[in-house]
């Protein structure tokens, strides 16, 4: 018994340290895709690659048990996904996502008004 | 020869035909001798053409034997004359080859004598030149030693001449002593011309002024101290005038004995640890606080980093690609914006000259901030990224420097040397996948790792939880910020 109590014990102040930290942000494959962007330029491969940045930027990537956060959205995944459908040729979905990005972190204004002359939005 | 042949086969048709006649006619000799012949019957006649013409036959059969004969001789005469000139020829042909021989043989003994004569002659030449160098370089070391020689003995007289000149002008500040000496007990015994002794002393103090600022002066002490004279009664030994340290506004040290500097240097290393201190720092290094090791960055506080695009000078053409990714993705966890990755890389890639770590200069900063709103740059160098054959280790060498775009200071330096004991992982069979080379995507995952020890200690952001309230957090780094890392795999 007194065995038992022990181990038990121990197990519960272990389990109490352990936290569960969480990352500020998620970015599931930003890695492997920014890292294939690197390495190739196809239209494939950045449809695929702009499929994953989908899920970091959007709600499509989270599960129905958790509502999508958008704190949790990386700075720069937004003008990275839009300079991707930029080379897909759609301007509106980058446009949107370009405001966001300066909604979700005003210093990167300056950045943005220059990327939107150099890219005629 | 083909004339006599025909004459011969001529002579011997004509004999045979005789013979022939001959035979027939005495083939005939119970032939009844007659003055009257008896009528031949056809039988007989034919008979007669039979036999006449078997000899005929006969007779060419000879000849055409003889012929043969003949011509058998003739082709064996010219065989026979053929193979002569055959051996002939042979005989010429040998004849030639060994005359060419002999002439190619001759060709090259002399152009082995010509070739070891022009190395002879290049040998000769490079010790003559050889020679001549050495000789060049003696005269030369012995100008020198003259030279130096020289300049020796002119700062001996420049010495000699100093010194005189400052004996000179020891007698002349005594005799300049007397004169003001004679001034004052002239001054005191008669009160009748203060004016021309204020002006003899005003002159005098004019001089004294002027000496007291002539830089080439050297008696400076000397001079201080007759003021400190008239003032003060302090004792006049060589020692203290070569070596104290003048009283008054300005402290100026002359020499130090080597008694003092033993005793200044004991004196110095008091403050320092022991050496069972020592190595028990070296053991387990002394923790610093944050605040302490990065004061700049704290008081630069930058928000928003961008990442130049890392000067690459491993062996690994992909690193600096995955360094890049890798970097901006751990200062964004530690709190800070960084400029996204794609098209600051299209950027770089239109021109590699702008926004590389290996062309950038700190006057381009200035540009930076104005052009992308940012606070500070990342300049990144790997000098080394890779796995050697004969281990499962994975080495990584890079240089990390963090400036400020205001103050082009450095706010974070890092000489990162990471080494990780890798095992290859398990296959992953899932399809889809982005990077489809196991190898890339583990020396991937090893970057990025890489990363969070590197920037482990550096402080947070804006973005963080924890802005401005990790100055006191310690870290073990040590305050040249050089460390080396070993992980292992659990």
Not at chain 2, 86 to 108: F, M, P, S, V
Not at chain 2, 451 to 462: I, S, T, W
Request: with cysteine; proline share 3%.
């Amino acid at each position: 018994m007194k065995r038992y109590l022990f181990f038990s014990s121990c197990l519960a102040l272990v389990m109490m340290f352990v936290s569960c930290s969480k990352d500020i942000y998620s970015y599931k494959d930003y890695d492997e895709a920014a890292y294939t962007y690197t390495t190739s330029n196809d239209l494939k491969d950045i449809k695929r690659i702009s499929k994953s940045y989908e899920k970091i930027v959007t709600d499509k990537g989270a599960k129905k048990k958790n509502k999508f956060d958008e704190t949790r959205i990386p700075p720069g995944a937004c003008i990275d996904y839009a300079y991707l459908k930029l080379q897909q040729q759609d301007t509106n979905s980058a446009y949107s996502f370009l405001e966001k990005e300066v909604s979700l972190y005003p210093e990167s204004r300056t950045y943005v008004e220059n990327l939107k002359k150099k890219l005629g939005l | 020869m083909r004339k006599i042949l025909v004459v011969f086969l001529c002579l011997s048709f004509v004999l045979f035909s005789c013979s022939s006649n001959k035979k027939a006619a005495e083939a005939t000799p119970n032939a009844p001798i007659s003055t009257e012949q008896a009528p031949k019957t056809e039988k007989q006649i034919a008979k007669e053409k039979a036999e006449a013409t078997k000899s005929r036959q006969k007779q060419k059969e000879k000849e055409l034997q003889q012929r043969r004969k003949a011509q058998q001789k003739e082709q064996e005469r010219l065989t026979k004359e053929a193979e002569a000139k055959k051996k002939a020829a042979e005989k010429e042909a040998k004849k030639t080859k060994k005359e060419q021989d002999d002439l190619i043989k001759n060709a090259e003994k002399t152009e082995k004598e010509r070739i070891k004569e022009e190395r002879r002659k290049e040998k000769e030449a490079l010790i003559n030149a050889d020679k001549a160098e050495k000789e060049a370089i003696i005269q030369q070391e012995n100008a020198e030693r003259e030279a130096i020689k020289e300049a020796e003995r002119l700062e001996k007289e420049r010495i000699k001449a100093e010194k005189e000149a400052a004996k000179a002008e020891k007698e002349a500040l005594k005799a300049e002593e007397n004169a003001l000496k004679q001034i004052e007990k002239s001054s005191v015994d008669s009160e009748a011309t203060p004016v021309a002794e204020k002006k003899e002393l005003s002159t005098m103090e004019q001089i004294l002024a002027m000496m007291d600022e002539n830089p080439r002066d050297k008696n400076k002490d000397a001079k201080k101290e007759k003021t400190n004279k008239s003032t003060s009664t302090s004792s006049t030994d060589k020692a203290i005038e070569s070596s104290t340290i003048s009283r008054g506004e300005e402290e100026q040290v002359v020499s130090i004995s080597e008694k003092e500097k033993k005793q200044m240097m004991k004196d110095a290393s008091k403050g320092e640890d022991s050496k069972i201190k020592k190595v028990y720092r070296k053991v387990v290094p002394e923790r610093f606080e944050r605040e302490t090791t990065y004061p700049k960055l704290y008081k630069e506080n930058p928000k928003s980093i961008l990442v130049l695009y890392p000067w690459n000078r491993s062996q690994y053409d992909k690193a600096d690609e995955m360094l890049f990714v890798a970097a901006s993705k751990e200062l964004t966890y530690k709190g800070y914006y960084v400029l996204p990755v794609l098209p600051m890389l299209d950027e770089y890639r239109k021109d590699t000259t702008k926004l590389s770590s290996h062309y950038t200069k700190l006057t381009d900063l200035r540009q930076y901030k104005e052009k992308y709103g940012v606070d500070a740059v990342l300049f990144v160098t790997i000098y080394r990224f890779e796995k050697p054959w004969w281990t499962t280790n994975i080495t990584a060498v890079a240089h990390y420097n963090l400036i400020s775009t205001s103050t082009l200071d450095t706010l974070f330096s890092r000489q990162a040397d990471f080494n990780y004991d890798s095992q290859m992982p398990p296959r992953d069979n899932t399809k889809d996948k982005l990077v489809e080379d196991e190898k890339e995507a583990q020396y991937l995952g090893i970057m990025e790792q890489m990363q969070r020890y590197v920037f482990l200690d550096m402080p947070v952001g804006p973005h963080h939880k924890k802005y401005a309230s990790d100055q006191k957090k310690k870290s073990s780094q040590r305050r040249e910020q050089k460390y080396k890392v070993t992980v292992k795999p659990s």
